[in-house]
């Protein structure tokens, strides 16, 4: 008789989503970064353009279900002396612990992008959801109205052609 793998493989998963906290590798007062999201008023400003300039970036999802990078870092103990914790966290991703500092950098940099895309009176917000210990973070762009440029105006009696001159090598 030939038996499948797939219950096995099924267990595993189900095991390791429900299995292990998160919260005990989250400092108290902290928060866990669940999900980043830009969004733009103005249709013109495409929210997919400003990725680049977001500087923290939530634990990386499978199937855009589980975390189970994150989750397997999280099976690992406290203690860092047995080889099997240190095995789980060097196979996962340490859970992304919200800061604000950089969330403020990369909300500039998102404005100064917007900015010279020409709508210099751009503004973006962050708003921020907690739920017990995970915050989910949403850059919101007001972009406003470009600014155009009417016309342009040369004055080429500035310009000053010469010829070019020899250097002789000595």
Known sequence: MKKSA??????FIIALCTSCSVSKF??????????VRIVSETKEVKPSLFNSYIRQ?????WFNLVKIPMRT?????????????????????APVIYDESVALKSQEEIEKAVRNMGYM????HLDKKTRKNKLKLAYRIHAGHPYKVRHVVYDLSLIHI?????????
């Open 73 to 93: 870092y999280c099976v690992s103990g406290v203690d860092s002396t047995k080889w099997i914790n240190r095995f789980f966290r060097k196979i996962g991703d």
């Open 162 to 170: 010469s010829e070019p001159t020899r250097h002789s090598l000595i």
């Open 57 to 61: 970036n939530p634990n990386a999802k």
């Open 26 to 35: 989250i400092p108290e007062d902290k928060y866990l970064l669940d999900e």
């Open 6 to 11: 797939r219950p096995y493989i099924c267990t």
């Open 121 to 124: 009176g751009a503004t973006v």
